[in-house]
């Protein structure tokens, strides 16, 4: 009886931990310890604007300029070559849930901002002949249409939005016995600094030397606001393929365009909408309840 008595004291502790090991709440992609990274690519798209270049012997500005993006065409050598595979408009992200559905992460989009050739807009201000022949003298609102060989802007290497994501998922649906596959959604808010390379010409001779890599100029031109809505499928809870649509406003303070003159910049705000596909994973480094073998959905 007293061995049994002793038994029975021995393995009641072990007993209650076993049952407190079935009552743990499990662990799941948006728990509070989850990190999470993802590489993807993306197409945008953009509002007119106005414009406006300021440089020695000019300060006009162009109202209702159109732009595009410039994804690269699809090939394997492109997106697949580590020498070339940031070349694309890209988009790539790491993240951390600091509280259970909250995220908060810092990315980096790669998109492009190409002006439109025979744009149709007005211009107003003043280009000095010096600068232009064919374009001087002062304007107010006149109408023209752009040409590519005299005048052209672009963020061709990139308006690139750094921005800091705050972000809640919550889970929509999860599938089989062991939850190999589940659906979330994702609701974000971001802001950040727009690093913008910059390519400019401006008359019959846009600038001194003949090197278009010489003729980039690299600034921080301003910052950006958006919102950002996805769906997330996950796999085998450390793997997912994420959609996402975002929409929000890019304002150019100061764009530099010339590499040697900080005097000579564009300026102007413009809203935009990207949308992203991205493949990414999931890495849950802090366990919930003490429990060695999470996680676990």
């Not at 003729?215 to 997912?240: C, D, N, P, Q």
């Not at 929000?248 to 010339?258: A, E, F, M, N, Y």
Request: proline share 4%; with cysteine.
């Amino acid at each position: 009886m007293k061995r049994f008595l002793l038994l029975l004291v021995i393995l009641t502790p072990l007993f209650s931990q076993a049952q407190g090991f079935k009552r743990m709440k499990k662990k799941v992609s948006y728990a509070k310890g989850t990190f999470f990274g993802y590489w993807g690519y993306n197409r945008a798209g953009y509002t007119k604007s106005n414009i406006n270049f300021q440089g020695p012997g000019y300060d006009f500005t162009m109202q209702g300029a159109k732009s595009y993006d410039n994804p690269e065409e699809f090939n394997f050598t492109v997106y697949f070559d580590p020498n070339q595979f940031t070349v694309p408009q890209f988009n790539a992200r790491i993240g951390y849930y600091f509280k259970d559905h909250w995220a908060i992460s810092l990315g980096y989009d790669h998109m492009k901002y190409i002006f439109a050739d025979h744009n149709q807009v007005n211009l107003s201000g003043t280009i000095d002949e010096s600068v232009d022949s064919q374009w001087n003298g002062t304007f107010n609102g006149e109408p023209i249409t752009t040409n590519r060989k005299f005048f052209h802007y672009e963020n061709s290497d990139g308006v690139n939005y750094i921005r800091l994501e705050l972000m809640r998922t919550d889970m929509l649906w999860k599938a089989g016995r062991n939850d190999w596959f589940a659906i979330s959604s994702n609701l974000g808010l971001s802001t950040g600094g727009l690093l913008s390379y910059n390519d400019f010409i401006l008359g019959e001779h846009p600038i001194d030397n003949n090197s278009i890599n010489e003729r980039k100029t690299i600034s921080m031109s301003g910052y950006g606001l958006s919102a950002h809505v996805g769906l997330r499928l996950e796999f085998f809870r450390h793997i997912f393929l994420q959609s996402t649509f975002s929409g929000g406003l890019h304002h150019q303070l100061k764009v530099r365009t010339r590499p040697n003159d900080p005097s000579s910049y564009a300026r102007h705000a413009y809203g935009f909408i990207m949308s992203d596909t991205v493949l990414g994973f999931l890495i849950y480094i802090r366990p919930t309840n003490s429990c060695d073998s999470c996680p676990v959905w």
